[in-house]
């Protein structure tokens, strides 16, 4: 019903940016909140940002003022800009979203993830 494919993540040096995108298909008749989560070798996945569909966004302590979530509603694309890269940033990134349907149902679908590997 719906699916979701990320790209963007790649190698950077510390201190470096990176954008995310996640473009969701499928039968939307709208996006309801849009996540992004991540994780790191041996650890539990967490999340990173959520943007609803009123605009309302949430981030994690250890991204305040370094991420950016935002969204192109045209598109259904939502975007993770990443600034000031840290080594510990380095994860899988995976894209969430939750959805209403064409027929009025719920739906979510998770991404594949895109590997971010932040490193001199």
């Known amino acids: 019903q719906v699916q979701v494919v990320e790209s963007g993540g790649g190698l950077v040096q510390p201190g470096g940016s990176l954008r995310l995108s996640c473009a969701a298909s499928?039968?939307?008749?709208?996006?309801?909140?849009m996540d992004w989560y991540r994780q790191a070798p041996g650890k539990q996945r967490e999340m990173v940002a959520t943007?609803?569909?009123?605009?309302?966004?949430n981030y994690a302590d250890y991204v305040k003022g370094r991420f950016t979530i935002s969204k192109d509603n045209a598109k259904n694309t939502v975007y993770l800009q990443m600034n000031n890269l840290k080594a510990e940033d380095t994860a899988v990134y995976y894209c969430h979203v939750r959805a209403t349907t064409n027929i009025l149902r719920t739906a979510e679908a998770w991404g594949q993830g895109t590997q971010v590997t932040v490193s001199s």
């Open positions: 499928g039968s939307i008749f709208r996006l309801n909140t």
């Open positions: 943007l609803t569909s009123g605009g309302s966004t």
